[in-house]
């Protein structure tokens, strides 16, 4: 049996290899997702500090700051993620936004609490998603926002993950080749059914398909179930986007919370 750090360790790797080709989302993408997560809610971003839990490339950290934060400091803890955020925010000239490496199973090392609290599609990727939720809402002030996002429990769910299961077991050759084949159909798809709309993930369609199929780990939930974490939190919760991806079940959903 695998023990968690050693899970997290593969996660972080998988990470490694996808932040180190350096592709990160547009920024455009990424404000209009903020403005559909808090502004669209009457959440203001402008002179918030925020914490940006499972940072990846940095673009909503920019993002963030675009939308006038005051301060933002991001987490992850794959290293390459580190690096390119930090590059990335160095382009858009960017002083006021931090990024370190961190566990976010471990609790955070920093006493300070944040207006905003955002981990967007991060937790249910660490192993023990309760423990982290926790974690991460610590870092909340009260009357401040903590928003969430994470994958949705369908029906579908344990096909997948077997699916998930082979792909992991397969040789590299036979990986790349489904990646292709995979990212065609999905390409296919989008040209011929997609109301664009309803999708506000913004990777290439080859990482999405790795993240999918690749992560070593990978838990889903249903609306209720974080609901209660919100209210066992002291949160009081909105589910704000039920579905943000093209199929329900690789979708992630959102859920803000405004900490009492
Ligand atoms: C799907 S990406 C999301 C990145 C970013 N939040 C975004 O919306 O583009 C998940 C991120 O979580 C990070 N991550 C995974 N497990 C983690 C952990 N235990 N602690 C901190 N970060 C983690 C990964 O390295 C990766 O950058």
Not at 21 to 34: M, V, Y
Not at 77 to 94: N, Q
Not at 143 to 152: E, I, K, M, N, T
Request: proline letters at 4%; charged letters at 25%; hydrophobic letters at 40%.
């Amino acid at each position: 049996m695998r023990t968690a750090r050693a899970q997290n360790e593969r996660v972080s790797d998988l990470y490694d290899s996808i932040w180190g080709r350096g592709s990160h989302p547009e920024l455009s993408a990424e404000t209009a997702k903020l403005k559909t997560i808090f502004l669209d809610r009457n959440i203001p971003i402008r002179g918030k500090t925020v914490l940006d839990c499972g940072s990846g490339s940095g673009m909503s950290a920019v993002a963030f700051a675009a939308l006038g934060a005051s301060e933002v400091v991001g987490v992850d803890y794959s290293m390459e993620a580190v690096h390119l955020a930090r590059s990335t925010a160095g382009r858009f000239g960017f002083r006021n936004i931090n990024f370190q490496r961190h566990n976010l199973l471990e609790p955070l090392e920093m006493e300070r609490q944040f207006d905003i609290v955002y981990a967007f599609a991060v937790l249910h990727h660490t192993g023990d998603t309760r423990k982290a939720f926790g974690n991460v809402a610590l870092r909340c002030a009260p009357g401040g926002v903590l928003s969430v996002s994470l994958y949705l429990k369908t029906w579908l769910t344990a096909p997948w993950k077997a699916a998930c299961l082979s792909y992991q077991r397969s040789p590299l050759w036979l990986r790349r080749i489904f990646n292709r084949a995979a990212a065609e159909f999905i390409r296919l798809h989008d040209r011929l059914l997609l109301s664009k709309k309803s999708v506000i993930i913004d990777h290439p369609i080859e990482q999405q398909v790795e993240e999918w199929f690749g992560m070593p780990i990978r838990s889903h939930y249903r609306y209720e179930e974080v609901d209660r974490w919100f209210r066992e939190e002291g949160f009081s919760p909105e589910l704000v986007l039920p579905r943000i991806a093209r199929f329900k079940s690789t979708s992630n959903f959102v859920m803000n919370g405004i900490k009492s």
